[in-house]
Nanobody
Framework: QVQLVESGGGSVQAGGSLRLSCATS????????MAWFRQAPGKEREGVASIDTFGSPTYCADSVNGRFTISRDNAKNKVYLQMNSLKSEDTAMYYC????????????????WGQGTQVTISA
């Protein structure tokens, strides 16, 4: 049974940092790309960043370039999202996704999803 479990969300002030983690199990993690998506209330789920099996990142949203960093630890079957210089518009539920078949920044491309971790940024 495939499981993706996110952690690390919380409430911080604008300008602060958070590090999200996604622990995976139940499939051959190392063979697949991973990604982070986010969804704010009333908005569609959007891609934040993806990372391939070699550790090469793709940042899906221009707004996160230079502030967010995606990484993976293949020994621990985990993927991370380091978020710096957080802004109120980063407030959303953040989801980890795995096993892509299609464009890396498209939610429709991913087979497995975690339950999400809430990130709230206050001004």
């Amino acid at each position: 049974q495939v499981q993706l479990v996110e952690s690390g969300g919380g409430s911080v002030q604008a300008g602060g940092s958070l590090r999200l983690s996604c622990a995976t199990s139940g499939y051959t993690y190392i063979l697949y790309s991973m990604a982070w998506f986010r969804q704010a209330p009333g908005k569609e789920r959007e891609g934040v960043a993806s990372i391939d099996t070699f550790g090469s990142p793709t940042y899906c949203a221009d707004s996160v370039n230079g502030r967010f960093t995606i990484s993976r630890d293949n020994a621990k079957n985990k993927v991370y999202l380091q978020m710096n210089s957080l802004k109120s518009e980063d407030t959303a539920m953040y989801y980890c996704a795995a096993v892509v078949s299609g464009p890396a920044c498209s939610a429709a491309s991913y087979k497995y999803w975690g339950q999400g971790t809430q990130v709230t940024i206050s001004a």
